[in-house]
C-alpha cells in the first residue's frame, strides 16, 4: 500500500539532520523534508571562529554533501522560513507565500542569541557569531578591526576572545555573571577567568554594563555604568541563546521557553514533536524544566524525536554531569541550562 | 582576475515583461564588454498562460552556442519555472519571489523543488514593485535590481541601460521601471546574504578595439537588406520573422524604400516578385506557413526568372506547429517546397553574423542569376542577441549585379536565351528594345509559352545551369581540423552548426580526433568538398534540430556511406553539450 | 432622504445562476488580456443564446487566427479553430452541409478584413445563413500590435511607427455594398445593446454581420475604452432598417453609431433560394 | 440594480452604469450587520463598537477634534483609554494579518486625537429633554461614568454615589500614574460631571445609606460597583508580613504611600494588577521583581506594549510555578514555596489548566509577595438582598435588571473583573436599558448606515510604511518616580503617518454584475487574491457571509466578486474596470438616535 505520509523536519541543525536520517533509515516510503531558514547547508557551528579567522575554508563547514540528501532522498528547502503552524489543518506556512502539509512534525527550530531587554536599544550596534550569516556578515568587518569588545560570555566567547588577542587585536570582555552560558558563573571561576585573561592583555570588567552605546563613523563608543569610556571597532555579544519559538505561538503548541515536551519529545498537540534547543523538558530530578545545550545533545534528542515520531516511546534522560574545561578551570556542568 | 562563462535564465509568463528583463541584461553585459548570446522563447499567447524564457549566455570568452546549463535562475513564474530548474547546476542560484500576493498551495511554489545544493535568494519581487511604482509589473525591474547586487554587476551603468531601453516612454514608465530596479538592488544589498560565488566584478575584459554591435539574426538580415539597396519589402506578421518587417516599416521609407504590409503571404511575394520584375531589389521575410502559402509562387519567381529573396525563419513542426520554438526542419520545404523542378539558391546562416554576410550574398545572387533565393534561419538565430563586430558593407560589384543586354542582345533580344552560365540579359522595365513577357507557363527564349519536350528540358537544363555558376561565387565550406585520418568528423548546418563547432573545439581539447565541417550555402551545395570530407573520417556525424535528419538524408545520395545522426525537436537550440557528449560516446565505441 | 437600494450578493449569484447564460461557457477561463473588450462580446453572446434558448449542441462557432480564434475554445458549442482567414469558407461548408445548425463565424479584423477579406464579399452576395461576428480591435493583437486594415489613418503602430500610411476599411459600408442582408454594429462596453442586435442577428435568415467595436487594451493606447464609449452613438429609433440608403447615410456619417443599420428580411437565404429555384 | 437601458444624455454620450452619488442607506439586514462585523474587524472587536476607521481618516485629515468626538460618542474617556486601553482592536486589525505586516497603532492614535486635538475644540452635546425621572448611580468608576453621562444626555437626572474621595474608580486608584497622569483623568471626568450630574463623593451605599433608601428616593438604581474584593489563594503564610493584596498595594501606593519592599518581589498572577506592581515595586526601589504565573506568558491577558515595558524595567516571568505556602520567621515573609506546574487541555480542548507536577517543590527567598490574582465583587452594600451569580450580582438574561425591580447593576460586579473599554460600553447600555423603560421604547439602537463614497487617495506605498514606536521616557529616569509617565504619546506628524496605514475597512468595493464582462482587469492589478471569479458564497448561521468559492471553470464562474475581507482599498481595480462598475460604499455600524 502506498504511503503518503510526509515528516517535516523544521531546522537543519543536529537535531533536525539526525531526526532526518532516523526518519530516512526506519521508512522508506514517507517523503521526508528540512525546512530552514538558514541558507546554508549543515554546518559545524563551533567551527565559525576559525572559519572567520580565515583558517578554515567554507567547505570544510559543511557536514555532509548534496549529494547524500539526494541519494537518502531527503528534500532539502533551505533559506525558507516557517511562519505559521496550523496544527488543525497540519499545515505550514512559508514565508515565501507557499503553504506545505504535513502528516507528522519535527520542530527543531535551535535557539538565537539572547540581548538581555536592558541592552537592547543597543542590539543594533552588535555582531553575532552563532549562524553561518552572522560569520560572513562578520568577517570583513573583522580584519580591518584594532579593537573589539565583547559583552556577556560563554564558552565559545572566551576561545574567541583568545584567539582575537592572539590575532594581535585588543580586546575588552563585560564578564556578566548572569548571562553566562550554559551555566551560573561562580565568583572564583569568574577571577580565575580575569586572571587568565589579564595575561593575555584582555581588559575586562565583572559586572559592569555599557550604559550607552552610540556609532561613531564605523567605530562605536561605550560608555560603562561606571563612568569609562572607550572606543571599538566592533561589538559581539554573547549573552546565551534563546529557543526559536517564536513562530510557534499562537499555534496552539504550548511554549514557555521553548516549545514545551513531555520526555517522549512530544507536544501538547498530537504527530508534532520538538528537539534540540528549541525544546523544554520538565527533568523530576532536577525539579525543573530544562532546554538542552550543544551539539551531540541535540543529535540524540533528534533521534529519539524520530523514533517517537515512528512509534517508538523512547524517553529522553539528561546525561551525566560532565566535565568542561574553562580556561583552565575544570567546571562540572550538565548539558542543561536551568531556567 | 578570473574567467567568467554562465548562463543566466528568466523565466515567467507572458506579460511579466520576462523578455525584456533578459533584453536589458544582455545590452548592459555586452556594453560592459562580455561576450552574449541570448535568446528568447516565449508562447503565442500575448497574455495569460503562456510561458517566456530570456535565456542569456555571458562571458569573457567567445560564445558559439547558447549554453545547456543554467548558473542562474530567474523566477518571475512558480509554475513555469519548476520544469526549468532540471537544467540548473548542481550549485546553480535560483532568484525567486518571496512574496507572491496569494499563498501557494504545496508544490506550487519553485522553492519546494530545489535540489538540495542549489542556492537561492527569497527577494520579495511582488512587494517591493508594489511599493516602487504601485503595481507589480516592475518585479522583472526588481528582479535585476537584485541581480545587480548580488552578482557585482555596476548599479548606475545598469539604470543608464534601463533608461536607454525604455526612452521612448514616457517619463512615469522609465521612472517606474528604474524605481523597481532600485527597490531590487537596494533590498538584496541589504537583506541578502551571498552564498555563492558567482560576480562579474573581478572579471578581465578582452579589449575592444571595433565597434560593437548588439543584434539578432532578424537584426542583421533587415541591415543587410537595407544595405544591399532594397527598395521594397513587403510581408505579413508572423513569427519569428515580424521584426523584420518592424525594421524595414521604421527604416526603409528614410532611404526612399517602401514597406508594404501586405494582406497575406500571397500578396507579400506577389509584390516581391513585382518588384523585382521592375528591377528594384525585393525581400519579404515569413516562417514555415508563411512559406507553405508561398510556394504558390516561389515556382512563378523561378520560371518567370525574376530575382525575389525570401527569408524563411523556422519554427517548429508541421502546420501552424511550435510558432514560437525553434526547429529546423524546414529544410526539405526549402530545398524542394513548390510544384516542378524549381532550381533555387538556399543559404543558411549559422551564426548572426553570417545572417549578415548571407542576406548580401542573397541579394546579389538572386539579382545575377535572376532566381529566387531564400534565406534559411530559425526561431533561434531570429532572436538570438549577439554582440558581433560591425559586418563590411557589401561591396559595388554586389550592389548592381544585373546582367544587362548588350546593343548587340537588344538587336534581337530573346529574354531567356540559352547560354553557357544559364543566366540570359535580362533587361529592366524602361529598356528600350528590351521588351518581353514573363510568365509561369513553360516557354521558349522569347518568353513564349511553350509546352514541347525539347524546350522543357532545354529550359530545365538552363535553369539548373545556374547553380554551377553560384556554387563559384561562394567560398568552399569550412573545415576545421586535420585533412586526414580523422577519427569524427561532424557536419552540421544553420544554428546548430554553431553549437557543432563548439563541441568539437572543446572534444580537440580533452584528446580526440574531431573535425568539423559546415556550409552556409546549401543549394547549390559543394558536394566534392564534403566528399572529400567525408572520406577523411572515420565516422560522420550529423547533428540537426529535426526529427528526421533532413540534413543527413539529404547528404547521404551524395555521401554514400552510414551516417550517424544526432537529433533534437525540444523546440531549444541544439545545446553543443549534447554534441559533445555524442562526440565523446562515438569515440568510447571506436576504442572498443 | 433617497434611500439607495442594497445590493446583496448572495441574491445577485442566485439571481446569475437562474439566469443561464452561463450554460454557454465552457469551463476554459479565456486567455486574452485581462481587460479586454472580447469579453463583453463573449458575455454578450452568451446571454443572447441564452436568450434565444439556443440548445448548445446545434451551436458551431468557426474562427481563424488572432485574439478572436480562440473565441471557440471559451464558448460551450461545436467550434471549429481553422486557419488564418478561412474561417469564412469553412463555416460556409457547415452551413451548407446542416442547415439546421446556427453557425457563428468568429474572426478579428486581421482574419476577417485582412487575410480573408476577400472570402466576406462572396458569402455576403450568397446570403449564407450563418452570422459574422467581426471582433474589431483596430489592430493585430497576437502577432503584437501592428496595423490591421481598421486601424485608422495616421495611428501610430508596430509596424508604422510614423503613422499608418493606410485608409482604414469600413466594415459596416462594405458589408452594406456587398449587398449583406443583415448588418449592425454593437460596442463591447455596451452589453444590453450587443445582445439585442446579437438575437436579431441569430434570428436573422441569411448572412448577417455584426461589427463589433472593442478596444485592445494591450497594443492600443489611442482607441480606449472611454475614448470608445464617448465616441459611439445608438442609432435613433426613427431609423428604418429596410432602407439600405438610410443604412449608407448612416454607416458613412462623421458619428459612430451603434445599431442594426440594414435587414433585408424579405431576401432569401442561399439555401432557401436554392429550394426555390429547384422546387419551380 | 436595476438593468439600465443604454440611454443618450444631453451630450451625446453613453452612461455605462448608474451612479449612486450622494445616497445612503440605512439597513438592519443581518447580512449589513454580518458584513460590519466580518468587514470592519476593530469596531466588531471593540465592545464599544468605536468607529475605528472613522476617527482614524479623521486624525488623517487633522481633525484631531473630530476624532476626539467620534470616539467619545461610545466612549466618554477617549484620553484615558487612549493610554491604557486592553486595545482588543489591534488584535484583530487587518493590517496584523500574517501577510500584511503589524497591525495599526489604534490605541496610540486614540491617544493622539486627544492630544492633538486644538484648544478651540467645542463639544456640541445634543440633550433630550427633560424627562423628570432620577436615577441614582453606585460607583463612579469607567462604567458608572459612562452610564451617568448617558442618562444625561437622554434627559433624566443623575447622582453618582462614590465611597471614595474622588471619582473615577480603577481609574483613580487601581491605575499607577506611570501608565495613567492624573491631570488626564480629572479632565476627561469633569467633562462628565459638567453636564449637572449630582456627585456625592466619600458615600458608602451599604453604611451610610441603605440600597433600599435609595431605591425608594430614584426612580431607578444602577450598580456599577465594580470588581473591588481580592481573591483569595488561601495560601499558608498569607497573613505574613510582606504579604500584600494587589489591589491593595496599588491603592495605598496611588494615594501616595511609600510601602518597603525590600530586594526581591515575588508576584503571584498575571494581569494587568500583578504588572502594575511588579513595576510600582521596582520603582519602590526593589532589586529583583518577579511576575510568577501558573501557566505561560502566552495565557496572560495583558498587551505586548504592557509585557515589554515591563521586561524592558528588568521585571521576569516565570511560567509553570503554582505558589504553594508562604515562608516566614518572626511573622515576617522570607521566602516562597512553589510546585513547578504542567499544561493540560481543558475539557473543551482550547484552553489550557496548569496542573502541579508531583514532588517539584522548591523554595524561593523573598521580601515581599504580592498576591494579584484578580478581583470579585464586594456586594455587601445590598445587604444580601440579592441574588448572585457566585459573588457577581445576576441580572435577568439580555437585561440589566437585577431581581430588585428598579435596581439595575452592571459592569465589572455583573461581569466579573474586564477591562475599562467593556465595562464603558456596559455602563451605556444599561443606561439605555434603564432609558427604555423610562420611556417605553428604545430611542438609541444600532444601524448600519451605508453610503455612497468617492474614490480615496490612500496609495499603495501607504502600505509599506512601518508601525510608527511609542516614543517612551528613558528606563533610567523611570525607575525613580512613581508618576513619570512612561508613554510619551505621538506628535502630529506621526499620528499622521500612522494614521495613513489604515486600510479603511469601512469602505466597501463592490462590483456591479450586471454590467461586469468578467475581463479580469481588476484581477490582474489586484495586490493579493482580494478578487475572485465566485462560484458560490457561504452564508454563515447569523447571516453573515462566509468566504468566497472560486470558480476554476468558467462555466461556474457566476461572477467576479471582491472579497472585502482581503481587499487592502488600494483602489486599483476601481481605476482599471473599463466598464465602471465598481463601486464604493462607506460602511459603518452607527447608533442612531430616534427623534420625533
Request: aromatic share 8%.
Amino acid at each position: 500500500m502506498p504511503k503518503f505520509d510526509h515528516y517535516i523536519i523544521i531546522g537543519n541543525g543536529p537535531a533536525g539532520n539526525s531526526a532526518a536520517e532516523v526518519l530516512r533509515m526506519h521508512d522508506d516510503q514517507a517523503r521526508v523534508s528540512i525546512i530552514s531558514d538558514e541558507g546554508f547547508p549543515y554546518y559545524y557551528r563551533h567551527m565559525l571562529c576559525e572559519f572567520i579567522s580565515g583558517k578554515k575554508k567554507e567547505d570544510a563547514l559543511k557536514v555532509k554533501p548534496a549529494s547524500d540528501y539526494k541519494e537518502k532522498n531527503i528534500r532539502m528547502r533551505l533559506g525558507q522560513r516557517v511562519e505559521r503552524i496550523e496544527p488543525e489543518t497540519k499545515t505550514l506556512y512559508l514565508k515565501h507565500m507557499e503553504k506545505v502539509k504535513f502528516t507528522r512534525l519535527i520542530l527543531a527550530t535551535g535557539a538565537s542569541p539572547h540581548v538581555v531587554p536592558s541592552l537592547s536599544r543597543f542590539e543594533k550596534h552588535f555582531s553575532f557569531m552563532s549562524k553561518y550569516s552572522d560569520a560572513l556578515k562578520v568577517k570583513p568587518l573583522l580584519s580591518p578591526a584594532r579593537k573589539v569588545a565583547i559583552l556577556g560570555g560563554d564558552l565559545v566567547s572566551l576561545k574567541f576572545a583568545k584567539m582575537l588577542s592572539a590575532m594581535k587585536k585588543e580586546v575588552t570582555f563585560f564578564l556578566y555573571k548572569d548571562c553566562f552560558y550554559p551555566f551560573e558563573l561562580t565568583a572564583d571561576m569568574a577571577s580565575a577567568i580575569e586572571k587568565h585573561f589579564s595575561g593575555k592583555k584582555i581588559k575586562t570588567f565583572a559586572d559592569i554594563f555599557p550604559s550607552r552605546i552610540e556609532s561613531k563613523g564605523k567605530a562605536f563608543e561605550i560608555e560603562t555604568e561606571n563612568g569609562e569610556n572607550l572606543t571599538v571597532d566592533i561589538i559581539f555579544c554573547f549573552m546565551g541563546m534563546r529557543p526559536n519559538i517564536n513562530f510557534i505561538q499562537g499555534s496552539g503548541i504550548d511554549t514557555e521557553r521553548g516549545v514545551l515536551v513531555d520526555e517522549h519529545l512530544k507536544t501538547n498537540v498530537s504527530d508534532i514533536y520538538a528537539c534540540g534547543d528549541c525544546a523544554q523538558i520538565y527533568n523530576p530530578e532536577l525539579k525543573n524544566y530544562w532546554i538542552s545545550v550543544g551539539w551531540e545533545n541535540a543529535g540524540i534528542q533528534g533521534e529519539t524525536a524520530a523514533l517517537n515520531l515512528l512509534g517508538e516511546s523512547k524517553v529522553i534522560k539528561p546525561s551525566q554531569k560532565k566535565i568542561l574545561d574553562v580556561e583552565g578551570l575544570k567546571v562540572n556542568t550538565s548539558w542543561w541550562k536551568e531556567l | 582576475m578570473a574567467d567568467i562563462d554562465i548562463v543566466i535564465e528568466i523565466c515567467g509568463s507572458a506579460g511579466e515583461g520576462t523578455i525584456s528583463a533578459g533584453e536589458i541584461l544582455s545590452r548592459h553585459m555586452s556594453s560592459l564588454g562580455f561576450e552574449i548570446m541570448s535568446f528568447d522563447s516565449y508562447p503565442s499567447e500575448i497574455r495569460g498562460f503562456g510561458k517566456c524564457v530570456a535565456h542569456s549566455r555571458i562571458s569573457n570568452q567567445q560564445i558559439l552556442s547558447p549554453g545547456k546549463y543554467t548558473d542562474i535562475l530567474v523566477v518571475l513564474n512558480d509554475s513555469h519555472s519548476i520544469p526549468q530548474l532540471h537544467a540548473v547546476r548542481e550549485n546553480g542560484v535560483v532568484i525567486y519571489d518571496s512574496q507572491p500576493p496569494a499563498y501557494h498551495e504545496e508544490d506550487k511554489s519553485i522553492a519546494g523543488w530545489m535540489a538540495p545544493g542549489m542556492i537561492a535568494y527569497g527577494i520579495p519581487l511582488h512587494s517591493l514593485a508594489n511599493k516602487a511604482a504601485g503595481s507589480a509589473r516592475g518585479r522583472n525591474m526588481v528582479a535585476l535590481g537584485a541581480m545587480a547586487a548580488l552578482f557585482g554587476i555596476d548599479e548606475e551603468g545598469f539604470k543608464t541601460s534601463i533608461m536607454k531601453r525604455y526612452a521612448t516612454k514616457k517619463q512615469v514608465v522609465i521612472d517606474s521601471n528604474v524605481n523597481s530596479f532600485e527597490e531590487g538592488y537596494v533590498w538584496a544589498k541589504k537583506n541578502v546574504q551571498k552564498l555563492d560565488h558567482l560576480t562579474f566584478s573581478k572579471v578581465k575584459l578582452r579589449k575592444v578595439t571595433q565597434n560593437r554591435i548588439i543584434i539578432n539574426g532578424n537584426q542583421a538580415v533587415a541591415q543587410a537588406a537595407l544595405d544591399s539597396g532594397i527598395k521594397l519589402f513587403a510581408g505579413y506578421p508572423i513569427t519569428p520573422a515580424t521584426k523584420i518587417m518592424e525594421i524595414m516599416g521604421k527604416e526603409l521609407p528614410k532611404r526612399g524604400g517602401i514597406m508594404l504590409q501586405t494582406e497575406d503571404e500571397l500578396s507579400a511575394i506577389g509584390n516581391v516578385i513585382g518588384a523585382g520584375f521592375a528591377g528594384k531589389r525585393a525581400m519579404t521575410a515569413t516562417s514555415g506557413p508563411g512559406f507553405t502559402l508561398m510556394t504558390e509562387m516561389t515556382g512563378l519567381a523561378v520560371m518567370a526568372e525574376v530575382p525575389a529573396v525570401v527569408v524563411n525563419s523556422q519554427r517548429g513542426g508541421p502546420s501552424t506547429g511550435l510558432p514560437t520554438k525553434t526547429e529546423q526542419s524546414d529544410l526539405s520545404l526549402v530545398l524542394a517546397g513548390g510544384s516542378g523542378d524549381s532550381p533555387r539558391i538556399v543559404l543558411a546562416p549559422s551564426t548572426v553574423e553570417e545572417c549578415y554576410e548571407s542576406t548580401c550574398l542573397a541579394f546579389y545572387l538572386a539579382e545575377k542569376y535572376q532566381t529566387l533565393a531564400v534565406l534559411l534561419l530559425d526561431f533561434f538565430l531570429s532572436n538570438s542577441i549577439r554582440n558581433i563586430d560591425e559586418p563590411s558593407l557589401p561591396d559595388k560589384k554586389m550592389l548592381s549585379a544585373n546582367i544587362s543586354p548588350s546593343k548587340t542582345d537588344l538587336k534581337d533580344y530573346r529574354r531567356f536565351q540559352l547560354t553557357e552560365s544559364g543566366i540570359s540579359p535580362r533587361a529592366l522595365p524602361g529598356t528600350p528594345l528590351g521588351m518581353f513577357v514573363a510568365t509561369g507557363l513553360e516557354h521558349n527564349e522569347r518568353g513564349k509559352p511553350a509546352y514541347d519536350s525539347k524546350t522543357h528540358l532545354e529550359m530545365t537544363e538552363k535553369r539548373y545551369r545556374k547553380l554551377d555558376g553560384i556554387l563559384k561565387e561562394v567560398s568552399p565550406p569550412t573545415w576545421d581540423g586535420p585533412k586526414a585520418n580523422v577519427d569524427i568528423g561532424v557536419i552540421s548546418w544553420g544554428s546548430t552548426a554553431a553549437s557543432a563547432h563548439e563541441a568539437v573545439l572543446k572534444a580537440r581539447k580533452v584528446g580526440v580526433n574531431a573535425a568539423f565541417m559546415s556550409s552556409m550555402l546549401l543549394v547549390p551545395l559543394n558536394v566534392d568538398h564534403f566528399v572529400k570530407f567525408s572520406a577523411a573520417c572515420k565516422t560522420i556525424l550529423v547533428p540537426e534540430l529535426n526529427y528526421s535528419g533532413q540534413f543527413a538524408a539529404h547528404l547521404a545520395q551524395y555521401l554514400n556511406r552510414p551516417i550517424e545522426k544526432l537529433n533534437r525537436i525540444t523546440g531549444l537550440p541544439m545545446p553543443s553539450e549534447d554534441i559533445f557528449e555524442k562526440i565523446m560516446e562515438i569515440a568510447d565505441t571506436q576504442k572498443r | 432622504m433617497d434611500h439607495i437600494e442594497r445590493f446583496y450578493i448572495d441574491e445577485k449569484l442566485a439571481d446569475i445562476k437562474k439566469d443561464g447564460f452561463l450554460n454557454y461557457r465552457s469551463k476554459e477561463l479565456p486567455t486574452w488580456c485581462p481587460g479586454c473588450g472580447y469579453f463583453g462580446i463573449t458575455q454578450a453572446i452568451a446571454k443572447a443564446c441564452n436568450a434565444l434558448s439556443l440548445p448548445n449542441e446545434n451551436i458551431c462557432v468557426v474562427s481563424g487566427i488572432g485574439c478572436a480564434g480562440r473565441y471557440p475554445i471559451f464558448m460551450k458549442a461545436y467550434g471549429f479553430h481553422t486557419l488564418h482567414g478561412r474561417s469564412v469558407p469553412i463555416a460556409s461548408g457547415i452551413k451548407l452541409a446542416n442547415e439546421d445548425l446556427t453557425v457563428f463565424a468568429v474572426g478579428g479584423d486581421g482574419d476577417m478584413l485582412g487575410i480573408g477579406g476577400g472570402h466576406l464579399p462572396h458569402i455576403a452576395r450568397k446570403n449564407i445563413d450563418i452570422t459574422l461576428f467581426l471582433f474589431d480591435n483596430m489592430i493585430y493583437g497576437l502577432t503584437k500590435g501592428q496595423s490591421s486594415a481598421t486601424t485608422p489613418l495616421g495611428q501610430k503602430t508596430n509596424s508604422h511607427t510614423k503613422g499608418n500610411p493606410d485608409s482604414p476599411l469600413k466594415p459596416i459600408s462594405l458589408a452594406l455594398a456587398y449587398d449583406a442582408s443583415f448588418v449592425a454594429r454593437g460596442f463591447a462596453g455596451d452589453l444590453d445593446g450587443m445582445q439585442d442586435i446579437f438575437m436579431k442577428a441569430i434570428r436573422h435568415k441569411g448572412f448577417s454581420f455584426v461589427h463589433l467595436i472593442t478596444p485592445c487594451v494591450t497594443f492600443d493606447k489611442v482607441n480606449t475604452w472611454d475614448v470608445m464609449r464617448n465616441g459611439y452613438h445608438p442609432i435613433h429609433e426613427s431609423h428604418d432598417v429596410t432602407d439600405r440608403i438610410a443604412a449608407m447615410r448612416l454607416a458613412e456619417d462623421q458619428r459612430f453609431f451603434l445599431g442594426v443599420f440594414y435587414q433585408d428580411e424579405k431576401r432569401p437565404s442561399y439555401q432557401e433560394y436554392l429550394r426555390q429555384i429547384h422546387s419551380a | 440594480m436595476k438593468e439600465k437601458k443604454m440611454t443618450v444624455s444631453k451630450g451625446g454620450k453613453l452612461s455605462a452604469g448608474k451612479k449612486r452619488e450622494g445616497n445612503v442607506f440605512f439597513s438592519e439586514d443581518p447580512r449589513d450587520f454580518g458584513y460590519a462585523k466580518e468587514n470592519i474587524p476593530c469596531q466588531d472587536a471593540c465592545p464599544a463598537h468605536t468607529n475605528i476607521p472613522g476617527y482614524i481618516r479623521s486624525i488623517y485629515e487633522k481633525h484631531y477634534g473630530r476624532a476626539y468626538e467620534m470616539n467619545r460618542m461610545v466612549n466618554i474617556l477617549p484620553g484615558v483609554l487612549g493610554r491604557i486601553c486592553s486595545r482588543p482592536c489591534e488584535l484583530s486589525c487587518r493590517h496584523g494579518e500574517s501577510d500584511l505586516g503589524t497591525s495599526v497603532n489604534i490605541c496610540h492614535l486614540k491617544r493622539s486625537c486627544a492630544d492633538l486635538k486644538p484648544s478651540w475644540h467645542m463639544i456640541k452635546e445634543e440633550f433630550y429633554a427633560p424627562s423628570g425621572k432620577t436615577v441614582g448611580i453606585i460607583g463612579a468608576g469607567p462604567a458608572g461614568l459612562a452610564a451617568a453621562h448617558e442618562l444625561a444626555i437622554l434627559g433624566h437626572n443623575v447622582t453618582l454615589y462614590e465611597a471614595m474621595d474622588k471619582p473615577g474608580g480603577m481609574l483613580m486608584y487601581g491605575i499607577p500614574a506611570f501608565r495613567l497622569p492624573r491631570d488626564i483623568l480629572n479632565l476627561e471626568i469633569n467633562n462628565i460631571l459638567r453636564m449637572g450630574i449630582d456627585l456625592k463623593t466619600g458615600v458608602n451605599v451599604g453604611r451610610d445609606i441603605t440600597l433600599t433608601e435609595l431605591i425608594d428616593v430614584h426612580d431607578a438604581v444602577l450598580s456599577t460597583v465594580g470588581c473591588q474584593e481580592p481573591f483569595n489563594l488561601d495560601l499558608p503564610g498569607e497573613d505574613l508580613d510582606g504579604v500584600y493584596s494587589g489591589l491593595d498595594f496599588v491603592i495605598r501606593v496611588n494615594q501616595g504611600e511609600r510601602i518597603p519592599v525590600g530586594k526581591k518581589v515575588a508576584v503571584i498572577g498575571g494581569g494587568y494588577t500583578a504588572i502594575d506592581c511588579a513595576r510600582l515595586a521596582i520603582r519602590l526601589g526593589a532589586e529583583e521583581v518577579s511576575v510568577n504565573l501558573r501557566k505561560t506568558e502566552t495565557f496572560m491577558r495583558i498587551d505586548e506594549h504592557e509585557k515589554h515595558e515591563a521586561k524592558t524595567e528588568k521585571i521576569k516571568i516565570n511560567g509553570l510555578v503554582a505558589p504553594f505556602q508562604i515562608n516566614g520567621t518572626d511573622g515576617k515573609v522570607t521566602s516562597i514555596t512553589f510546585e513547578r506546574t504542567r499544561l493540560e487541555f481543558t475539557k473543551d480542548g482550547k484552553g489550557r489548566n496548569a496542573v502541579s507536577i508531583p514532588d517539584s517543590a522548591f523554595a524561593a527567598p523573598v521580601d515581599t509577595v504580592i498576591l494579584a490574582v484578580g478581583q470579585t465583587p464586594d456586594t455587601g452594600f445590598t445587604g444580601g438582598k440579592i441574588e448572585l451569580n457566585g459573588k457577581r450580582i445576576k441580572t435577568k438574561a439580555g437585561s440589566y435588571e437585577t431581581g430588585i425591580k428598579r435596581f439595575y447593576a452592571a459592569g465589572d460586579c455583573v461581569t466579573g473583573a474586564t477591562n475599562v473599554i467593556t465595562a464603558i460600553a456596559e455602563g451605556r447600555h444599561a443606561a439605555h436599558e434603564i432609558d427604555a423603560v423610562f420611556v417605553g421604547k428604545k430611542r438609541i439602537t444600532e444601524t448600519i448606515r451605508t453610503e455612497t463614497a468617492s474614490q480615496t487617495d490612500r496609495s499603495r506605498n501607504d502600505d509599506f510604511i512601518k508601525a510608527s514606536v511609542m516614543p517612551t521616557l528613558e528606563v533610567t529616569k523611570r525607575l525613580y518616580a512613581l508618576t513619570g509617565e512612561v508613554e510619551q504619546g505621538y506628535d502630529d506628524k506621526i499620528a499622521g503617518e500612522e494614521s495613513k496605514r489604515c486600510y479603511l475597512c469601512n469602505l466597501r468595493y463592490f462590483i456591479d454584475t450586471s454590467q461586469c464582462i468578467y475581463c479580469s482587469a481588476c484581477i490582474d492589478v489586484a495586490p493579493r487574491d482580494c478578487i475572485k471569479i465566485t462560484r458560490a458564497v457561504e452564508i454563515k448561521k447569523d447571516g453573515a457571509y462566509g468566504e468566497l468559492l472560486s470558480a476554476t471553470d468558467w462555466s461556474e464562474g457566476l461572477a467576479i466578486v471582491i472579497d472585502n475581507k482581503r481587499c487592502i482599498r488600494c483602489g486599483k481595480c476601481y481605476e482599471v474596470c473599463p466598464m465602471h462598475c465598481i463601486h464604493i460604499e462607506k460602511v459603518e455600524l452607527i447608533e442612531q438616535k430616534l427623534e420625533a
